[in-house]
């Protein structure tokens, strides 16, 4: 059981350059979130997905952008790179969105842009 | 939303017991009470949850009043091992969820 599972582990971007950071899980889990950590500082959500179809803006989506074609892939994109967009980016999924619902993260993706 | 404020960082020794507490004065009823780690270049990973009184599991236990405005994390004879970020964390929906800046827990040998 993979559980969640991240790629790249690790990415250089120069600005202006797009990518996406991939997540996948497979524990049929309803619903999926991506983070950010900077360096000393608590996780800040991007997006969250609450079902194949089905995405909303967490607390810093801006330039970012997500989709949820499946239950199991949800995919983050950034479009035209910058500098404040460096930080370590974590995937997550739950069951359910109540807070009892323990929430199962990725191993992260170390993005620099530069 | 439930904020929560937990001190930046702590030191204990191998083998002692840990108490971290974290303040929630504003929880809201339906909230729970949960607590993540998280070891460097790593993920968080769930500890312990609870709503009042005591849970205990396999590696923690959580003391939680009956005002529920604090709770404390305790973890028995601590290792090397344990040393890592803390998060305490209060709200209804996972979406809604603020991680701080988490207590940094040093343990010595």
């Known amino acids: 059981n993979a559980g969640v599972t991240q790629t790249p582990k690790f990415r250089i971007l120069k600005i202006g350059q797009s990518m996406t950071l991939q997540c996948t899980q497979d524990m049929n889990h309803n619903y999926m979130y991506w983070y950010r950590q900077d360096p000393g500082m608590g996780l800040k959500l991007i997006y969250y997905?609450?079902?194949?179809?089905?995405?909303d803006k967490g607390e810093v989506p801006n330039g970012y952008n997500v989709s949820r074609s499946t239950t199991e892939d949800f995919p983050l994109r950034l479009e035209l790179a910058a500098p404040s967009q460096t930080s370590v980016y974590f995937c997550a999924s739950s069951y359910q969105d109540r807070s009892n619902e323990k929430l199962f993260f990725g191993s992260g993706t170390q993005l620099s842009v530069l | 939303l439930a904020k929560t404020t937990q001190p930046i960082s702590m030191d204990s020794y191998e083998g002692q017991e840990v108490n971290i507490t974290c303040s929630h004065n504003n929880i809201a009823t339906n909230d729970y009470i949960t607590w993540y780690q998280q070891f460097p270049s790593q993920g968080p990973r769930f500890i312990i949850q609870?709503?009042?009184?005591?849970v205990t599991n396999e590696v923690a236990s959580l003391f939680i009043p009956a005002d529920r405005k604090s709770s404390t994390l305790s973890l028995p004879r601590v290792s090397l091992s344990d040393t890592a970020v803390y998060y305490c964390l209060v709200g209804e929906s996972n979406y809604q969820l603020i991680w701080g800046a988490g207590t940094k827990l040093i343990i010595k040998p």
């Open positions: 609870g709503y009042k009184t005591k």
């Open positions: 997905s609450v079902g194949a179809g089905i995405t």
